[in-house]
């Protein structure tokens, strides 16, 4: 059925522009090639904020290769700042830190504080744990170089949207399991979590027609996998939502739309952190598709993006 009735009216517009399409591998670099260049060019652009922005290479997981991240500092310096590990959307298929500017730039001005977006290797020609190995990696970076970069070591965060919220949730669940850095909070936009929502039966009926569909996230499942969305041996380092013990993460932040497909999936994984004795706050935003929150005007699109740094704001020391 169609759920076009019950999308915002305010996010109506945005919506009309966007062709229906199913994704294939061979369409894969061209569409990465496209939104890159698109986000190099934006980048000219003054946004008239305070900030400062270099790309580094730092060593990999061992016998991998190194990883490209981009740190965005506000101009003035100042030591023990917040920092905030980004984790870029885009289905495990496409995104780069250049292509969430948009989103990591404002946060860095608006907390004073550092943010560094990981340029993790994408499927399917890197299968899990590729993309992990690479956000671990540079998450052990951040807090032996905490000093250098001017952050407080015991205040660093994850920070995700979608494909990469999802990565940002298994590293949560990594870095617990491997005893490495603590992290303060993780905060998660519409997160991808549970390859199952492929093969599920009793399907939603009001989620995931527009913008990333079920025929979609099945292609992303199989690219980052190498096998079928739902075996039995999928890692919880791939699918967080499939992890046995959630208790001893951090503070979580998640925020989703009634009509996006990671709906159901996130509102059992927020569930299951409540009952595992995590803080968590939970915000779902009525007649909201995927990525809804990117809108420029819509007053929900805008609310979201406040709601979330507002979140944020209670860990800036």
Known sequence: MSTWHLVDPELRPTLQ????????????????????????????LDDGLSLVMHEQHIAGNRGEPAV????????ARRANRMGILHMHGGGHLFGSPEQSLSLTRPTAAHHDCVVVSVDYRLSPETRFPGSLNDCYAALVWMAENAAQLGIDASNIGLMGDSAGAGVAAALALLARDRKGPKLAFQNLMFPMLDDRTVVETERNPVTGE????????????RALLGCEPGSVDVSPYAAPARADDLAGLPPTWIGVGTLDLFLDEDMAYAWRLMRAGVEVELNVWPGAYHGFNSDPQASIAQRARETRQNWLARFNR
């Open 68 to 75: 490209r991240v981009r740190v965005i500092t506000p101009t």
């Open 210 to 221: 527009f913008i990333w569909t079920r025929e979609n996230n099945a292609f992303g499942w």
């Open 17 to 44: 522009s966007w062709t229906p399409s199913t994704l294939q591998a061979d369409a894969l670099p061209a569409l990465r090639e496209q939104r890159q260049q698109a986000a190099l060019q934006a980048m000219h």
